[in-house]
C-alpha cells in the first residue's frame, strides 16, 4: 500500500516542527527519513500513525485521505512503533503483543485461535518468545523494543512506521530487524540516526533538517560527503561497501587534523 | 448479640414478610433495618472504590492515584458543610446534606476538568496536580464555612465526610448507588482493552486506534459520578481505591478485564471487615472507617511498595 506525505506542516505552539514536507513511500519500499535532532522527523511520522493532526497538509494511505479515517480504521492498515517504552503496567511480554489486535478486535473478546498463533509467530520472528511471560518493565531495553515490534507485526499491517527501531538493540538484534523489515514487503517509513544502516536498509532517503525535506532520493544520490556536512555538521567520507555497494560513511573526529596525535 | 441462626430467620423475615415473635421486634429491627442495609451498603460502596480506584490509576497515569485525587471528596465536604450551614436544599428533607455532597463532588470535579482542560485534551499529570491543588482550595473554602457558622455540628459533619462511615445506611440510601456503582462497573469492564492500551501511552494507542482524549473525558465522567454517588452515601473513605487496585494487580496481572472483575470483589468484602470493625473495635462507640482503612491501607501499601516485582510505570 502507498503512503504519501503532501505538504505536510505542523505548528506545534506557534513554531513549525515540520513545513511543506512531501515524500512518497511507494507500496512494498523501505524509505528512511534522517536528519538531526529536533529536525521534524518524528513529528512527521506522528501525523502517519495519527497521534498529531497535521496543521497543513494531507497524508494518503492508498488512495484514501487519513484524516478521513477512523483511528481504528487507520490503525488496521498502519502499525506503529513509537518512541514510548512499556507503558505504566506491568503487562507480561504476550499481553502487549496481543495488544496488537486492538484494532481489529470488537469489545474485550479474546484472541481465537488463528490470532493467537500470529502472536507466537511473531514473537518468535523477534526472538522473544522465551520472555512470553516476564513483565515488559523488568525487561532490557532491546528486549523490550522487540516485543513492542512483535506488536506492530501481529497488528498485520499494510504500512509500518518506525521510530529509531534499533534504539537500545545489541548489533544481531539491529541487523536481525532491519533485515526482517528488507523481507517483510510492506510500505515501511522508518526514522534512523545511523545513516549506514539506513543505507543498507532503505530504497529511498529523505533528509529532513530544520523540518523542511532538503533531500530525496537513493542512498547513494543522498549519502554524499557535502551534504552530510551541510546537513549534520560533520565531517565523512563516503566509501562504497565492499560487498554491497551501498555508500557507507566513514566519520573523522571534527576537526581532522593529521598533526593532532603528536602535539 | 444476636444468633447466626436468629439472624438469618430475621433476614429470611424481612425478605419474604414471614411473621416474627412480637419480644423479638427490636432485634429484628436492628438486624433488618439498620445492620442489613450498612452491610449492603459497604459492599457496594467497597467494590464501587476498587473499581474506580483502578480507572483513575489508568486514567492519570500514576500509581498514588486514588478516587479522590480529582477533588470530588474535598468538593463533596464543601458541599455537605454547607448544606449544614446554609440550609439549602432544605426541600430535600433527610437527603439534603448527601444531595449537597453529591453535587460538592461533581461541581469540584467539573472545576478541576475546567482548569486542567487544555487545546492538547486532558493531560494525566496536569490532572493530578490541578486536582491536588484544588482539592487544598476546597478544604480552605469548607475552613471558612466552619470557621464563620458557629455550631458544633459542622465540626462533626466533616470528620464524617473526610473519614467516611456507613453508620447513616438506611434502606432508601442503596437504590442509587448501587444501580451507579453497578452500571459503572459494567462500563468500565467494557472499556476493559482500552484501558490496556491507553496504559502503553497515548501515542501507541493512537497507533492501535484508541482515542485516548476521547476515553479519558468519559473515565474522568464516569468516575466521577460513581465516585460522586458513593461520597454522598458514605463520605470519602480513603485508601480502599488507592490500595485495593495494586493488591489485586499483584495477584491476577495488570490486565483491566481481570482486574476490573477482581477489584471489586476484594473491595466490597475488604469494607464490609472494616465496617464490622469500626463498629466492635470501640463499641458502643464507633470509629470512623479513614482511620481503620488508613490503619490497614498504609503498612499494606508501604510493603507493596517494598516488594521486588511489582512495577507501576517502570519506577
Known amino acids: 500500500m502507498e503512503l504519501r506525505l503532501e505538504g505536510l506542516s505542523v505548528t506545534v505552539a506557534g513554531t513549525d516542527l515540520v513545513r511543506e514536507l512531501s515524500l512518497e513511500v511507494p507500496g512494498g519500499q523501505v524509505v528512511g527519513l534522517v536528519g538531526p535532532n529536533g529536525s521534524g522527523k518524528s513529528t512527521a511520522l506522528r ?9 497543513h497538509g494531507t497524508v494518503w494511505l492508498g488512495g484514501e485521505d487519513l484524516a478521513g479515517l477512523s483511528l481504528r480504521q487507520s490503525a488496521r492498515s498502519v502499525a506503529a512503533l513509537t518512541q514510548e517504552g512499556g507503558g ?3 503487562f507480561t511480554a504476550a499481553e502487549v503483543v496481543a495488544l496488537g489486535r486492538t484494532p481489529h478486535q470488537r469489545g474485550n473478546r479474546s484472541l481465537d485461535a488463528r490470532e493467537r498463533e500470529l502472536c507466537r509467530e511473531a514473537m518468535e520472528r523477534m526472538d522473544v518468545a522465551h520472555l512470553a511471560d516476564r513483565g515488559v518493565l523488568s525487561l532490557s531495553g532491546g528486549e523490550r523494543q522487540r516485543v513492542l515490534v512483535a506488536r506492530c507485526l501481529v497488528q498485520e499491517p499494510r504500512v509500518l512506521v518506525l521510530d529509531e527501531p534499533t534504539n537500545h538493540l545489541d548489533v544481531r538484534h539491529q541487523i536481525g530487524l532491519l533485515s526482517l523489515i528488507r523481507r517483510a514487503g510492506i510500505t515501511v517509513l522508518v526514522v534512523l540516526h545511523d545513516l549506514n544502516l539506513a543505507a543498507a536498509v532503505c530504497d529511498r532517503i529523505g533528509v529532513l533538517s530544520e523540518g523542511r525535506l532538503v533531500a530525496t532520493g537513493t542512498p547513494r544520490e543522498v549519502l554524499v560527503t557535502e551534504l552530510v556536512e551541510r546537513v549534520f555538521g560533520v565531517s565523512a567520507t563516503v566509501v562504497p561497501h565492499p560487498l554491497t555497494g551501498d555508500p557507507q560513511l566513514l566519520y573523522t573526529l571534527s ?4 598533526e593532532e596525535g603528536t602535539t | 448479640m444476636v444468633a447466626p441462626a436468629d439472624t438469618l430467620r430475621y433476614l429470611w423475615a424481612g425478605v419474604t414478610g414471614d411473621l416474627i415473635g412480637a419480644d423479638e421486634v427490636s432485634r429484628y429491627q436492628i438486624i433488618w433495618q439498620l445492620r442489613t442495609p450498612r452491610v449492603l451498603l459497604a459492599a457496594v460502596v467497597g467494590a464501587g472504590l476498587g473499581a474506580v480506584g483502578v480507572a483513575v490509576q489508568a486514567l492519570v497515569r500514576n500509581p498514588l492515584a486514588d478516587p479522590f485525587i480529582l477533588g470530588v471528596s474535598s468538593g463533596a465536604s464543601v458541599g455537605a458543610v454547607a448544606v449544614g450551614a446554609f440550609g439549602v436544599l432544605g426541600a430535600l428533607g433527610v437527603y439534603a446534606v448527601s444531595a449537597g455532597a453529591f453535587l460538592g463532588a461533581l461541581g469540584g470535579t467539573v472545576l478541576v476538568y475546567a482548569a486542567s482542560v487544555s487545546a492538547a485534551g486532558v493531560t494525566p499529570l496536569r490532572l493530578v496536580l490541578t486536582g491536588v491543588a484544588l482539592s487544598f482550595g476546597f478544604q480552605a473554602v469548607m475552613g471558612v464555612i466552619v470557621y464563620f457558622v458557629p455550631g458544633n455540628e459542622a465540626t462533626g459533619t466533616i470528620l464524617f465526610w473526610t473519614l ?8 432508601g440510601s442503596l437504590p442509587l448507588v448501587t444501580v451507579v456503582v453497578l452500571a459503572g462497573v459494567a462500563l468500565l469492564r467494557s472499556a476493559s482493552r482500552r484501558l490496556d492500551v ?5 501515542e501507541t494507542a493512537a497507533s492501535l486506534g484508541v482515542d485516548t482524549d476521547r476515553l479519558r473525558r468519559g473515565l474522568f465522567a ?18 480502599v481505591g488507592l490500595v485495593i487496585p495494586h493488591v489485586v494487580r499483584i495477584v491476577v496481572g495488570a490486565g483491566h478485564r481481570r482486574v476490573l472483575a477482581i477489584a471489586p470483589l476484594v473491595g466490597a468484602v475488604f469494607m464490609v471487615w472494616v465496617d464490622l470493625v469500626s463498629r466492635v473495635v470501640a463499641a458502643p462507640r464507633e470509629l470512623p472507617l479513614g482511620f481503620i ?3 490497614v491501607g498504609v503498612p499494606v501499601f508501604i510493603l507493596l511498595l517494598r ?8 519506577r
Not at chain 1, 255 to 258: F, Q, S
Open chain 1, 88 to 90: 505504566d503496567l506491568d
Open chain 2, 307 to 314: 516488594r521486588r516485582g511489582y512495577l507501576f510505570g517502570g
Open chain 2, 293 to 295: 482503612t488508613a490503619l
Open chain 1, 47 to 55: 501525523c502517519v500513525y495519527r497521534a498529531l493532526r497535521p496543521t
Open chain 2, 164 to 171: 467516611g462511615g456507613f453508620g447513616a445506611a438506611t434502606w
Open chain 2, 222 to 239: 464516569l468516575t466521577a459520578l460513581m465516585t460522586g454517588a458513593m461520597v454522598a452515601v458514605s463520605g470519602a473513605i480513603g485508601f
Open chain 2, 198 to 202: 491507553m496504559t502503553l501511552g497515548d
Open chain 1, 255 to 258: 576537526p581532522h587534523t593529521p
